[in-house]
């Protein structure tokens, strides 16, 4: 199958973007990793976990598939909303939650943070972990899930890399 060029210009809209990674929210991040594992043969993966902004706790697991990498990702306490807003409260659940876009340099950031406030799009959540990571989510209402946009410098890269592939 012979593919278009890639070439990426956050510039040109949110989906201009380098897109690598598929994320899940669930409310039982044991049971998702064991469902990912029998039913779609990803048992191998890398957990982070650590405190929101807000106060609240945030658990993330991740793990390569080819060129893809997948997120399963649960939260609670103050700040968690973002993560778990749309998961029922009464009953186990698996939702997909985002898709990651890589952002290489600087300038494809400050690219695709002017296109956020030129087209007026919501940011619900900005960080930034100097010599890690930056990284941004966006609201797209009409595709049902958030875009993140995740900005790596050389220790966030090693991390990416240090996830097992399956």
């Known amino acids: 199958m012979k593919r278009p060029d890639a070439t990426f210009d956050p510039a040109a809209g949110l989906l201009h973007a380098e897109q690598f990674q598929v994320a899940y929210a669930t409310n039982d991040i044991e049971r998702a990793r064991d469902i990912f594992g029998e039913?779609?043969?990803?048992?191998?993966?890398?957990?982070?976990?650590?405190?929101?902004?807000?106060?609240?706790?945030?658990?993330?697991?991740?793990?390569?598939?080819?060129?893809?990498?997948?997120?399963?990702?649960?939260?609670?306490?103050?700040?968690?909303?973002?993560?778990?807003?749309?998961?029922?409260?009464?009953?186990?659940?698996?939702?997909h939650h985002h898709l990651g876009f890589l952002i290489r340099n600087g300038d494809e950031w400050n690219a695709l943070l002017t296109e956020i406030a030129r087209k007026g799009w919501n940011m619900p959540s900005r960080s930034s972990n100097p010599g890690f990571m930056q990284s941004c989510f966006v609201e797209t209402p009409e595709l049902g899930h958030y875009c993140e946009y995740l900005f790596p410098e050389p220790a966030g890269l090693a991390f990416f890399e240090s996830v097992p592939g399956n």
């Open 39 to 95: 039913r779609y043969g990803i048992g191998a993966f890398r957990r982070l976990e650590g405190q929101l902004p807000a106060g609240g706790h945030i658990h993330v697991e991740l793990a390569w598939v080819g060129g893809t990498m997948y997120e399963l990702l649960t939260a609670n306490g103050p700040g968690s909303q973002l993560y778990t807003g749309r998961l029922p409260t009464d009953e186990f659940a698996i939702r």
